[in-house]
């Protein structure tokens, strides 16, 4: 008799957890129901999975190569799962999708809204997480797509350029500098306070980077870690300006980018997905709306980054 799903979702637990006692109760089993289920799959593989002799348990060199194929199978079950529920006609599904912090200030509202519009069915999952956390999630299978940037990506991982962003300075409406058009020459931010976000954030890198470049220091009034904050934070003040992505101020009246001289960098805003991934109706549909949505805005062609070098 061979092993069935269960023995593999008991081996990756106890595997993950190096404690039968911890994985049972991850499992809801008790820890005798476990070992028994656990020396049934090795005497079905023929082989020791898991080395016992430690103050822990942990996988034996054949047992690391049978879990790694382990989980793959699940993966590849739940993916036939979401395919056999997969929809055409878009009347239902269940999207999975990842930004970098600063999409999520001015792409995700739109989009979101596009999609109960068009595709009331389509039951939408965001979340927002690091770039390198985004592709790792898309290869474990645990998202669909990822809005992120352009560059060197992992193996396995399928980039599509979608428009290229540009920082800019941000500041309130209500300044009257704002009225002139003519770009700030980078050299007079020395003077200017910023409310930028932290360092946290790989915008916040872009943004020193630039700086250091051209040799200014401006003073750091505030640090955040939500654009959401910073918008809040300049709007009502004055003489506070940020750096954010200029389409920031897309959706907040009462901001307007400043342009600077010479220009921030830009980078290119690219929608991930798993290059083996199947790709459900929900997926596809969502692709062509991004790419509708990025046309409707006026966003600038994906071309070359213009980044500051390091």
């Given at each position: 008799m061979g092993?069935?799903?269960?023995?593999?979702?008991?081996?990756?637990?106890?595997?993950?957890?190096?404690?039968?006692?911890?994985?049972?109760?991850?499992?809801?089993?008790?820890?005798?129901?476990?070992?028994?289920?656990?020396?049934?799959?090795?005497?079905?593989?023929?082989?020791?999975?898991?080395?016992?002799?430690?103050?822990?348990?942990?996988?034996?060199?054949?047992?690391?190569?049978?879990?790694?194929?382990?989980?793959?199978?699940?993966?590849?079950?739940?993916a036939a799962d979401r395919a056999v529920l997969d929809v055409a006609d878009l009347s239902q599904g269940h999207l999975r999708l990842a930004m970098t912090p600063t999409f999520t200030a001015y792409l995700v509202g739109p989009l979101a809204r596009e999609l109960r519009t068009r595709?009331?069915?389509?039951?939408?999952?965001?979340r927002e997480m690091t770039q390198d956390r985004i592709e790792a999630?898309?290869?474990?299978?645990?998202?669909?797509?990822?809005i992120a940037f352009g560059g060197d990506h992992l193996s396995g991982?399928?980039?599509?350029?979608?428009f290229t962003e540009t920082l800019g300075l941000v500041v309130t409406t209500r300044r009257p500098d704002t009225r002139t058009g003519r770009p700030v020459p980078v050299r007079e931010l020395a003077g200017q306070q910023l409310a930028l976000l932290s360092s946290d954030f790989a915008t916040r890198n872009h943004i020193d980077r630039y700086f250091a470049r051209h040799r200014v220091s401006p003073p750091i009034a505030v640090e955040a870690n939500s654009v959401q904050a910073l918008t809040?934070?300049?709007?009502?003040?004055?003489?506070?300006?940020?750096?954010?992505?200029?389409?920031?101020?897309d959706d907040h009246p009462h901001l307007t980018p400043?342009?600077?001289?010479?220009?921030?960098?830009?980078?290119?805003?690219?929608?991930?997905?798993?290059?083996?991934?199947?790709?459900?109706?929900?997926?596809?549909?969502?692709?062509?709306?991004?790419?509708?949505?990025?046309?409707e805005r006026g966003y600038a062609p994906a071309g070359p980054c213009h980044d500051v070098p390091d």
């Amino acid at each position: 008799m061979g092993p069935e799903l269960r023995h593999l979702r008991y081996l990756i637990a106890v595997a993950e957890h190096g404690s039968f006692t911890r994985a049972a109760d991850e499992l809801r089993i008790s820890q005798p129901t476990l070992s028994q289920q656990i020396k049934q799959l090795e005497r079905a593989v023929g082989v020791q999975l898991l080395d016992r002799s430690g103050r822990g348990v942990r996988p034996t060199d054949a047992g690391e190569v049978y879990v790694r194929h382990a989980r793959r199978a699940l993966r590849e079950l739940a993916a036939a799962d979401r395919a056999v529920l997969d929809v055409a006609d878009l009347s239902q599904g269940h999207l999975r999708l990842a930004m970098t912090p600063t999409f999520t200030a001015y792409l995700v509202g739109p989009l979101a809204r596009e999609l109960r519009t068009r595709h009331p069915g389509i039951s939408l999952e965001v979340r927002e997480m690091t770039q390198d956390r985004i592709e790792a999630s898309l290869l474990a299978d645990e998202l669909d797509l990822g809005i992120a940037f352009g560059g060197d990506h992992l193996s396995g991982i399928a980039a599509v350029p979608l428009f290229t962003e540009t920082l800019g300075l941000v500041v309130t409406t209500r300044r009257p500098d704002t009225r002139t058009g003519r770009p700030v020459p980078v050299r007079e931010l020395a003077g200017q306070q910023l409310a930028l976000l932290s360092s946290d954030f790989a915008t916040r890198n872009h943004i020193d980077r630039y700086f250091a470049r051209h040799r200014v220091s401006p003073p750091i009034a505030v640090e955040a870690n939500s654009v959401q904050a910073l918008t809040e934070i300049v709007q009502r003040t004055d003489r506070l300006a940020t750096v954010l992505p200029e389409a920031v101020t897309d959706d907040h009246p009462h901001l307007t980018p400043v342009p600077v001289d010479p220009p921030l960098p830009t980078r290119v805003a690219t929608l991930l997905r798993r290059e083996s991934a199947y790709e459900s109706a929900a997926a596809r549909a969502f692709t062509r709306l991004t790419h509708a949505l990025v046309r409707e805005r006026g966003y600038a062609p994906a071309g070359p980054c213009h980044d500051v070098p390091d």
